[in-house]
């Protein structure tokens, strides 16, 4: 099940309803089969640039199931799918907008299926985890890695 909602960082801990972002970035990609790899590597740059290190493996695992179930499920033929990535003092939070109508579950899945694990993975990486509606349609999904500091540079 999703962790709570993402506009309620009160959700993600109690310290932090006034942990505001101290960085922001966002990048949109066309519904192709290089996105769930061109979004990992925007991630790891823009997390690189801030001087960001910790969990970078998790964060690449989650965003590239994220962007890969957008690209499966989510965004209609033609359509784009928006990466966010944002650092507040407490928490990384990496998001994936697409502007399909499904709401994506995580399942269990058999042994012997060839997919089904991302959000699995998702929710087992991340500390939190959820889907929102957007104004307009599509929906985002999101996951959130807390820290004990934001990076120097």
């Known amino acids: 099940m999703p962790s709570t909602l993402p506009n309620e960082p009160v959700a993600l801990a109690p310290d932090q309803a006034l942990d505001r972002a101290v960085e922001l970035e966002t990048m949109m990609f066309d519904r192709r089969r290089s996105t769930p790899g061109a979004a990992r590597s925007f991630v790891a740059g823009i997390l690189a640039q801030w001087g960001w290190t910790e969990r970078l493996d998790d964060i690449q695992l989650c965003i590239s199931e994220l962007a890969t179930n957008a690209l499966l499920h989510g965004a209609p033929a033609g359509g784009r799918i928006l990466?966010?990535?944002?650092?507040?003092?407490?928490?990384?939070?990496?998001?994936?907008?697409?502007?399909?109508?499904?709401?994506?579950?995580?399942?269990?899945?058999?042994?012997?299926?060839?997919?089904?694990?991302?959000?699995?993975?998702v929710s087992t990486v991340s500390d939190h985890w959820g889907v929102t509606a957007r104004q307009g349609p599509g929906k985002c999904v999101w996951a959130a890695f807390h820290h004990n500091a934001a990076p120097t540079r």
Do not use: F, M, Q, Y
Request: aromatic share 0%; net charge positive; charged share 35%.
């Open 83 to 121: 990466v966010r990535v944002e650092l507040r003092a407490t928490v990384l939070r990496i998001e994936v907008h697409d502007g399909g109508s499904g709401t994506p579950l995580k399942r269990e899945s058999r042994d012997t299926a060839d997919g089904g694990r991302g959000l699995h993975l």
